[in-house]
């Protein structure tokens, strides 16, 4: 059985699955209208993401063709990508937004 992830915009570097995966598994995405397979390395479950290129510390993780957070540590392609490896760009807007009105 193929395993599902979709790439919800071109400017993406992550893709979202849309049932768990298991390591290893190979995933196909479209990639700018490219079909690219993909090994993933852990466990995905339900809804979250998997790196579809090679992301470096500090670049930008990008859903939906916008920016959702900065890479904490390098992400390999097929690295799961959730809190555990990427900082919320949103929180950080908060966090500064909370503090200035202080």
């Known amino acids: 059985m193929v395993k ?4 919800m915009d071109p400017r993406d570097n992550v893709a979202t699955v849309v049932e768990d ?3 290893g598994t190979n995933v ?7 079909l690219k397979e993909i090994k ?7 809804g ?14 990008i859903k939906y063709g916008e920016v959702i957070g900065l890479a904490t540590q390098p ?3 097929g690295d799961h ?15 500064k937004e ?5």
């Not at 599902?4 to 790439?7: D, F, K, R, T």
């Not at 196909?28 to 490219?34: A, L, M, R, T, Y």
């Not at 909370?98 to 202080?102: D, I, L, T």
């Open 48 to 61: 979250h993401k998997f790196a579809i290129i090679k992301i470096s510390k500090d670049e930008k993780v």
């Open 21 to 23: 995966i298991e390591p």
């Open 98 to 102: 909370r503090r200035e009105k202080k």
């Open 75 to 77: 992400i390999a392609e």
């Open 28 to 34: 196909p995405v479209n990639v700018s209208g490219k």
């Open 4 to 7: 599902e992830a979709l790439v």
């Open 40 to 46: 993933v390395k852990q466990k995905i479950p339900f």
């Open 81 to 95: 990508v959730h809190i555990h490896n990427v900082h919320s760009v949103y929180s950080l807007e908060l966090i």
